[in-house]
């Protein structure tokens, strides 16, 4: 898990590092931990009376607005491992293409009946080439199931923009070589619940954004 | 004497006639109760076996529905632990439910080929809907896939909120088949909330028995399904039902109905108790013809049995009226002969008070006519003896004519009392008399008769010692029996008399020397004669007389001792009230 971790962050940083300027930072208020069951331990998604959320909380904040969408994004990977999808949360652009290698010795049946995309991977092993992968071409959220193990949940948020970031468990986040202009700051907490603030962006200027 | 023959018979054949009367009014009550208690038997026993019937049947039926419903509630769980249907559902897509429930619930629709055993067939589902969160049908996209159902009757299906738990539910659909609805809640398998329910349309099970000729079908909501039945027995039966549901809170109860012109007994039993469906009943129609026909031969039975022992009861009954009607005669017979008997003794105590009544107003009559000539004779020897140009020995006759007709007068006036007490007319004016008085006076009278013999008296009195009496009376009394004990004492003899208060009585006894009175005469019997002649004259009347005076007092007189020269009675009166000072 700390190399999921890890992971995500750098993907998440890699922007901000090479752009720079212009860059927003801040804290959520995130909702407080529930303390899961220790069987429960590995669910990175969780329901409660409907709404799905991380657990322990995560926000994802962004930018809203249109943006051009550039030809080519990079590819981005949800593995199933350990019967569980990693990672749990993951903020990508339109248009860009997830994978969803197995990294367990088990057949997984990856689909989603959400909205915001429809899709069915059928039943696959880890040696399945090429790894099953589905392009989210509307913004929205989509629930990740696995057919075969119902308690599996993932969930990938589809965003307009290119400016997003995941907070740190204590709600942390900064975003990078944002444009100037105004917009609108969201912050996604769960599937029923985002927070919005309007700001106003100065080139190479640090703007500091606080969600309560 | 007795009662001639033919009415003698005649009483003893109305005998036999009212006690067989009696015996067949009995033997009709025994058989009328024996029917009326048979009928009600055969009544409760048809009931009772017909509703073991019922029961064991509509048991059997939940068995196999415990069955059903047990495989549907596995499926439901496994349904609801599917990915795709919480997908489905928690996602919104409920286009997608049907097509993801699809697979896992086409072994429960009917298939096409028929089933190998008939539980196997109980478990294929006519149709299958999903609910959604509140209670209403999701529609299917392709309705062939999970049994077609018209839009109205899919309506039927919907709920007012999602159960809880099972809910049996019937639907009657327009087309006329009917449906038996389970509704299991789906879980979600994550939050334990209810996310959907699963409303599975069944045939329903049938009630198979066969022995009975029973009919059973269902009543949903006002309207029935009994197919068997003609149009109008549906429509009556279905009024009745709806009667009995609506008026009463009873879940289950029978009665009893003409259907097609025959008695039947139907049974009705709520199929789905606390349900949200509708409610639905299981009827079942008895024919009562087979036990109709058993009580008309248990009837029978009976009624034959009875008219046996009215028959046996005929010949018992003469025959015990014979037995019983012999010493009845014989009772009639001393009866009549009592009868006589009294009548003959009623008639000669009725001549006798006749002759009675005769003598004492005849001796009454005599006295009264014997007085007059007495006293017209003695005032003419008066006033003869009165003049005194006669011989002196004519004197003598006179005087002695005097006397005997003063005795007359007396003898005549004692009768004259007698006759009236004999015929009741004395009546005593009571009042205090001083006896020690009366008798005083007497004693002096006594010792003024001239041919008074020498005695001697001897008194032993209290100077008053009263008595409830008509002095008069007394006085007679005590008059009488001083005379005696003058006139039967020999000369130098003397009476002795004492008096004493006892009780509520007074005793006076007078006793007197001279000769006994010989044993066994009855010296107060009216116009008693000693046996022994004697010298003194008598007339027989004084005692008699003297001791009816003393019993019309409530007193009498006894002989108290009559030997050794000495004769002693005993008078007693009652003491006046208060009066008596002790002796």
Same mark, same amino acid.
Request: aromatic residues 6%; glycine residues 6%; charged residues 30%.
């Given at each position: 898990m700390r190399r999921a971790g890890s992971l995500w962050t750098s993907i998440s940083l890699l922007p901000g590092v090479l752009l720079a300027g212009t860059v927003v930072e801040g804290r959520v208020e995130l909702p407080?931990?529930?303390?899961?069951?220790v069987q429960a331990k590995r669910y990175e998604i969780v329901t409660r009376g409907g709404v799905l959320s991380t657990q322990p909380p995560l926000a994802v904040v962004y930018l809203d607005g249109n943006f051009p969408r550039p030809a080519s994004l990079p590819v981005k990977q949800v593995v199933q491992k350990n019967l569980a999808f990693i990672p749990a949360l993951l903020p990508v652009q339109v248009g860009t293409k997830v994978e969803f290698p197995n990294l367990d010795d088990t057949y997984h049946n990856i689909f989603s009946y959400s909205p915001a995309k429809r899709f069915d991977l059928g039943r696959y092993r880890p040696d399945e080439r090429p790894v099953p992968a589905v392009v989210f071409d509307k913004p929205g959220l989509v629930t990740l199931r696995c057919d075969i193990h119902e308690h599996m949940r993932g969930l990938i948020l589809v965003l307009n923009t290119p400016y997003f970031a995941m907070t740190d468990t204590a709600g942390r986040f900064r975003l990078e070589g944002l444009p100037a202009g105004r917009y609108t700051l969201k912050a996604w907490i769960d599937s029923k619940t985002t927070r919005e603030k309007p700001v106003q962006l100065r080139s190479n200027q640090t703007l500091h954004v606080d969600f309560p | 004497m007795s009662l001639p023959g033919p009415m003698r018979n005649k009483g003893v054949a109305g005998f036999r006639v009212r006690l067989f009367a009696v015996m067949m009014v009995i033997v009709a009550t025994l058989t009328t109760l024996g029917l009326y208690l048979a009928q009600r038997r055969v009544a409760a026993d048809a009931e009772r076996n017909l509703q073991q019937i019922f029961q064991s049947e509509l048991a059997s039926l939940h068995k196999l529905e415990e069955l059903r419903h047990a495989a549907l509630a596995d499926r439901c769980d496994v349904l609801a632990a599917k990915p795709r249907i919480h997908a489905a559902i928690e996602d919104d897509a409920l286009d997608l439910l049907y097509p993801s429930a699809k697979d896992e619930l086409r072994d429960l629709m009917e298939s096409e080929e028929p089933p190998p055993e008939r539980p196997a067939q109980w478990l294929h589902a006519r149709f299958y809907r999903f609910l959604d969160s509140r209670g209403r049908v999701i529609q299917p996209p392709n309705p062939r896939d999970v049994g077609e159902l018209d839009p109205k009757s899919e309506e039927q299906l919907a709920l007012r909120s999602l159960p809880e738990t099972r809910q049996i539910g019937y639907l009657l659909e327009n087309g006329g088949a009917i449906d038996e609805l389970i509704a299991v809640p789906i879980f979600?398998?994550?939050?334990? !909330? @209810? @996310?959907s329910a699963l409303v599975v349309g069944f045939k329903p099970l049938e009630l198979a028995d066969k022995r009975t000729g029973m009919k059973s079908g269902i009543w949903v909501n006002g309207r029935l399904h009994l197919p068997s039945l003609s149009q109008s027995a549906q429509a009556s039966l279905n009024k009745r039902i709806s009667n009995a549901v609506a008026g009463g809170e009873r879940e289950e109860n029978n009665f009893r109905l003409q259907l097609e012109g025959a008695p039947h007994l139907v049974f009705y039993k709520r199929l789905n108790p606390q349900s949200l469906f509708p409610p639905a009943y299981e009827i079942c129609v008895y024919p009562l013809a087979p036990w109709t026909a058993q009580l008309r031969r248990l009837q029978w039975q009976i009624a034959s049995a009875g008219a046996l022992l009215l028959l046996g009861g005929f010949f018992a009954s003469h025959l015990a009226a014979v037995r019983l009607s012999a010493p009845v005669k014989k009772l009639a017979l001393d009866s009549e002969e009592n009868r006589e008997k009294r009548e003959r003794a009623e008639a000669a105590l009725a001549s006798t008070a006749r002759e009675l009544e005769r003598s004492a107003r005849y001796s009454a009559d005599a006295s009264h006519q014997l007085k007059s000539p007495v006293t017209v004779l003695r005032v003419g020897l008066e006033s003869l003896l009165a003049? !005194? !140009?006669?011989q002196p020995e004519v004197y003598e006759q006179l005087s002695a004519l005097l006397q005997q007709t003063r005795r007359l007068t007396g003898v005549i006036d004692d009768l004259l009392l007698l006759s009236r007490m004999d015929a009741g007319h004395l009546k005593i004016e009571s009042a205090s008399v001083n006896l020690s008085e009366i008798v005083d006076e007497w004693l002096d009278d006594l010792s003024a008769l001239p041919d008074s013999p020498e005695v001697a008296i001897e008194k032993q009195l209290p100077p008053a010692l009263f008595v409830a009496g008509e002095k008069r009376y007394t006085s007679l009394i005590i008059q009488n029996l001083l005379e005696n004990a003058r006139k039967y004492n020999r000369p130098g003899g003397r009476i002795r008399l004492r008096a004493r208060a006892a009780g509520s009585e007074v005793v006076l006894c007078i006793g007197n020397t001279g000769r006994a009175i010989p044993c066994g005469e009855n010296v107060f019997e009216r116009f008693h004669h000693s046996a022994t002649p004697s010298a003194v004259s008598g007339h027989g009347i004084g005692l008699n007389l003297a001791r009816e005076l003393a019993r019309l007092h409530g007193g009498d007189i006894r002989l108290v001792c009559s030997e050794n020269d000495w004769t002693e009675f005993e008078v007693r009166l009652p003491a006046a009230n208060g009066a008596a000072p002790a002796a």
């Open positions: 407080p931990s529930h303390s899961p069951p | 979600s398998t994550e939050t334990g !909330d @209810i @996310i003049r !005194d !140009d006669f």
